[in-house]
Structure formats: structure tokens, C-alpha cells
Nanobody, 121 residues
Framework: QVQLVESGGGLVQPGGSLRLSCAASGSIFSINAMGWYRQAPGKQRELVAVQTSDGSTKYADSVKGRFTLSRDNAKNTKYLQMNSLKPEDTAVYYC???????????????WGQGTQVTVSS
């Protein structure tokens, strides 16, 4: 069974930085896409950043220039570097990936458990 495990969340002051990690484990044949979403209290889940298998990356307007998505294929791990954090960035951040678990498998959409990011002075 494929699992996504997130880490790196925490409490930071405005202007600070955090680096989120998402490690994929289990039966993994290929990772076709990866991304990050977030959900703040009282709001619906929104896209933060996503990268497809061709290397194309898309960021939400609210995080452009501050957040950077990266990937370590050898470790099946993706990262979200968050700089110049603002109180409005406070939310639960969710790792997302489209994964084929075995040869000729139909790729499925997987989610991590979420990690809390709080930006406050």
C-alpha cells in the first residue's frame, strides 16, 4: 500500500521559513505528479503548488516568489520550501501525489495526513 508521510511543519514568526517534506513509501512504480495543498480554518482546501512529470510547475498567486517546490527522485521525497511566511499562510498543509503502484497500474491520487503550519508572532 502506498503511503505519503509529511514532516517539517511547526510554529514560526512572520518572515521566517519552513521546509516541508513528503516521503512516499510502499509499492511505487512511478510518481507521475506531485503537489501541495493547504486548508485554513473555515476555508476550503486550495492548491499551493503542483509539478507534473514533464517538470512543469504551477504556483498559487498568493505564494509565487516565496514558495519553491522540489523533488528528490532517489528518495521518493518532495519538498516545499516556504520563505517570507505570513500569518495568512497558517493552515494544514497536505502532500499530494499521483502514483502507479505497480507495472500497468492505473495511477491513483494519494494524500498525506497533513502537517500544521502556524505563522504568528
Amino acid at each position: 500500500q502506498v503511503q505519503l508521510v509529511e514532516s517539517g511543519g511547526g510554529l514560526v514568526q512572520p518572515g521566517g521559513s519552513l521546509r516541508l517534506s513528503c516521503a512516499a513509501s510502499g509499492s511505487i512504480f512511478s510518481i507521475n505528479a506531485m503537489g501541495w495543498y493547504r486548508q485554513a480554518p473555515g476555508k476550503q482546501r486550495e492548491l499551493v503548488a503542483v509539478q507534473t512529470s514533464d517538470g512543469s510547475t504551477k504556483y498559487a498567486d498568493s505564494v509565487k516568489g516565496r514558495f519553491t517546490l522540489s523533488r528528490d527522485n532517489a528518495k521518493n521525497t518532495k519538498y516545499l520550501q516556504m520563505n517570507s511566511l505570513k500569518p495568512e499562510d497558517t493552515a494544514v498543509y497536505y502532500c499530494n501525489a499521483v502514483i502507479a503502484a505497480y507495472w500497468r497500474d492505473s495511477p491513483s491520487n494519494y494524500w498525506g495526513q497533513g502537517t500544521q503550519v502556524t505563522v504568528s508572532s
